[in-house]
């Protein structure tokens, strides 16, 4: 079973040049990973490129955004908690 340690607040992938190529490395997988299989989806923005997730062990949320929208596909995938009140803000409401 995949988990976030509870001190964990942000996870930024990055791409990593092997053997001539760009490749996500094992921060940007593991955040593949748990979008996946272990965090559970309860909203998106009206963009599409913000989504917000909900850590069914603690409750906390948590935004997959891609900070390097310049890049190719946003650039690598960032996770990272949010507050409820920001949750709200953003997608309108925060599902219990």
């Known amino acids: 079973m ?7 607040t942000m996870l930024i992938g990055q791409w990593v040049l092997k053997d001539g190529r760009l490749v ?3 921060v940007n997988m593991l955040i593949v990973a748990l979008t996946k299989s272990h ?3 309860i909203g998106r923005d009206a963009s599409g490129w913000l ?3 909900r850590d069914p062990n603690d409750g906390r949320l948590w ?3 891609y900070p390097q929208s310049e890049r190719h596909r946003g650039g690598p995938p960032r996770l990272r908690v949010i507050s ?4 709200r803000q953003k997608y309108g409401f ?3």
């Open 2 to 8: 995949m988990n976030i340690e509870p001190d964990e």
């Open 24 to 26: 996500a490395d094992d």
């Open 39 to 41: 965090l559970v989806e």
């Open 51 to 53: 989504t917000l997730y």
């Open 63 to 65: 935004e997959l955004d």
């Open 84 to 87: 409820p009140e920001e949750a």
């Open 94 to 96: 925060v599902e219990t």
